[in-house]
């Protein structure tokens, strides 16, 4: 098993949206309940025209996971510090993959000037997020989260 992470590539669109689409709709159970509305407004920019978009972008920064030669991890974050993606493949799940793209992410961050890393978490992504030092930033809301760098 050999993980590689590394900055996305417009070519990566097919295994990079597939993989984001069977995370949601396969590992987010818990957060979509398996409702055709709830997964279609997820869904909807999880695309090949989306991929190009983020690809092109000057003030993001995507990565990919790459487990023995195949994408099966995206991770997106926003050059202000915002983690907006960290799916794995459900092949893939409990590999290190989500790990690796967060380090990937948060060195981005660091190269940005940053010091900090906020993200707003699913229910499945909760318990990783905290195991990896991100806290809840209000009472209010558990799923907001951050942490310092």
Not at 35 to 46: H, I, P, Q, R, V
Not at 118 to 125: F, N
């Amino acid at each position: 098993m050999n993980i590689t992470v590394r900055k996305a590539r417009v070519e990566d669109a097919p295994e990079a949206v597939e993989t984001l689409r069977r995370s949601i709709i396969e590992l987010c159970i818990a957060d979509h309940g398996n409702s055709s509305e709830a997964l279609k407004g997820w869904l909807a920019n999880k695309t090949e025209p989306q991929w190009r978009d983020w690809s092109a972008r000057p003030d993001v920064s995507v990565f990919v996971a790459e487990l023995d030669g195949a994408v099966r991890g995206v991770g997106l974050i926003a050059h202000t510090g915002e983690i907006r993606l960290n799916y794995v493949h459900p092949q893939a799940r409990l590999r290190g993959i989500s790990r690796a793209l967060l380090s990937a992410m948060e060195d981005e961050a660091r190269r940005q000037g940053l010091s900090r890393c906020v993200l707003e978490s699913t229910q499945t992504a909760l318990r990783f997020y905290r195991a990896n030092g991100y806290r809840p930033q209000s009472d209010e809301n558990e799923f907001l989260l951050a942490r310092d760098l």
